[in-house]
């Protein structure tokens, strides 16, 4: 700054005045000022002023890499921040670095509040996570520490059952999530549905993850099952496409030998040559609510916590037909 004054001939209390945008300077001399500071490449450190009024004001998000559900949750929650004037910093799971370590990551880096997308760790972490941060919100799994939001996932897993009912599947299999956020509430749904439809002995659960690796697994067991099912409900769209990729090494159409149904509506699913029925989750309320929610929270720290459930729907496209004759 002082090197902007110099050159623009002013004094350094009048530059800052210019780069804070307040009155004392004319339009002459601000004018000069911006120049100057242009010719020198300065531009004022919005980050080191907001700190050293104690606030950073931004928001941590933490998420998976390679989870399109994830990505489109980021592409929704950037507009949102910085509509609220909010900067927005990643940090990821991978393999080889976990929750924890992205999570201090984003601490290091003195974010306001953290948003964590599919929370894989226990309610410990979260409690602790809480703690050290001003505002903690949880998106895909409730919290009894963190504001939370969330999709029916009952609801959703129901109305995909409902769907295959209609077209005349009876032999209906589940690939699950494992541990990932979510999938123990789509694994109670998808029995207690089947049972209701008097359909408890072709209850079928494969274990697997929210990967493509999972999906190609199963469907490998799948496909060589004698009494293989004629629909297969995935623990998410990663996991459908997975599926589609095994089948179709194995030799099965779908939807004429098996059909494939998802959960999430990423992008992945839209494209033609996948086509997935799916549940959409609406990924712009949550986000908008995720950001609104923290940004709430930094502001009265007193408020109850708050646990948003959003319904979801139903996407049907090419993946899913009549059973076999």
Same mark, same amino acid.
């Given at each position: ?108 880096? #003195? ?46 897993? #129901? ?167």
């Amino acid at each position: 700054m002082a090197d902007v004054a110099a050159r623009a001939g002013v004094s350094r209390a009048l530059v800052s005045l210019v780069f804070r945008n307040q009155p004392g300077a004319s339009e002459q001399t601000e004018e000069r000022v911006r120049r100057a500071a242009a010719d020198l490449g300065y531009r004022p450190d919005s980050a080191a002023r907001l700190l050293a009024r104690g606030r950073s004001r931004t928001i941590g998000v933490l998420l998976t890499l390679h989870h399109p559900f994830h990505a489109d949750l980021v592409e929704a929650i950037y507009p949102v921040a910085e509509r609220l004037e909010y900067d927005v910093l990643l940090s990821a799971r991978a393999p080889g670095r976990d929750e924890r370590a992205a999570a201090e990551a984003l601490l290091s880096h #003195r974010c306001e509040a953290l948003i964590v997308l599919g929370p894989e760790s226990d309610d410990a972490f979260l409690a602790e996570l809480a703690d050290r941060c001003a505002a903690l919100v949880v998106v895909g799994a409730p919290s009894k520490d963190a504001d939370s939001v969330r999709t029916a996932e009952g609801k959703g897993v #129901r109305q995909t059952i409902d769907h295959l009912i209609t077209l005349g599947h009876r032999r209906i299999a589940h690939v699950d999530g494992g541990r990932s956020a979510g999938s123990a509430d789509r694994r109670k749904a998808y029995r207690a549905t089947m049972r209701r439809y008097g359909l408890a002995d072709h209850i079928r659960v494969v274990p697997g993850a929210h990967t493509e690796e999972a999906g190609a697994a199963a469907a490998r067991v799948l496909a060589k099952d004698a009494d293989r099912p004629t629909a297969v409900l995935a623990a998410n769209d990663r996991c459908a496409v997975g599926l589609l990729q095994g089948f179709a090494a194995a030799g099965l159409s779908v939807p004429g030998d098996i059909s494939v149904a998802g959960f999430d509506d990423s992008h992945l699913s839209h494209l033609s040559h996948i086509d997935l029925t799916t549940v959409r989750q609406d990924t712009a309320a949550q986000a908008e609510q995720a950001v609104r929610f923290a940004v709430d929270r930094l502001a009265d720290a007193a408020l109850p916590a708050r646990d948003l459930v959003l319904d979801p729907r139903l996407v049907v496209r090419g993946t899913t037909g009549p059973p076999p004759a």
